[in-house]
């Protein structure tokens, strides 16, 4: 059987204000984890565009990406119960940093979103057991040594944007 390989596209938002981090704690199969506002890549978006989105749905604040952070592969394996052999899951993360903007009153959190909370890096380091992935603080030490990239770095053709038979 000839099956074609795909990562799952993410994006995640490395967002800093007064020394601190924001995260989201988040229900996931493993427990209670720690994440940077991240999700996947959704249809008809670009990387920046599902990077505001996945921020506003599990913060309730606006993002304005300003700079690719990096691009990162991370792969796992998960038991499925009922299931012989484990699943075998690459990423493929797409970080940015940027200004958080105006909360949204009343936005409800993304189902699985505990809470949000800032952290320090000191204080990110030392929980790295409840990071969702490593690439958490992957991405973080990047951006405290200054890594940064211009957001036309990732090209997004037209054609992702544009309807089904229209392309």
């Known amino acids: 059987m000839n099956t074609r390989w795909k990562p799952s596209v993410t994006v995640a938002a490395i967002i800093e204000r007064e020394g601190k981090f924001l995260l989201v704690e988040e229900h996931t199969q493993d427990g209670l984890r720690l994440n940077n506002p991240a999700g996947h890549l959704d249809p008809g978006e670009s990387p920046a565009q599902a990077c505001m989105r996945e921020t506003l749905e599990e913060t309730a604040f606006h993002f304005n990406p300003e700079a690719l952070v990096g691009i990162y592969m991370s792969r796992f394996e998960r038991t499925v119960p009922g299931q012989e052999a484990p699943l075998d899951i690459t990423y493929l993360r797409f970080a940015f940093c940027g200004t958080l903007g105006a909360e949204v ?53 037209a054609s992702v944007h544009a309807p089904l038979g229209q392309r």
């Open 105 to 157: 009153a009343g936005q409800a959190l993304d189902e699985g979103i505990v809470r949000t909370l800032w952290l320090s890096p000191e204080e990110i380091r030392a929980c790295a057991h409840l990071h969702r992935s490593p690439l958490l603080l992957t991405c973080l030490e990047d951006y405290l040594v200054g890594r940064r990239f211009p957001l036309d770095l990732v090209t997004t053709d």
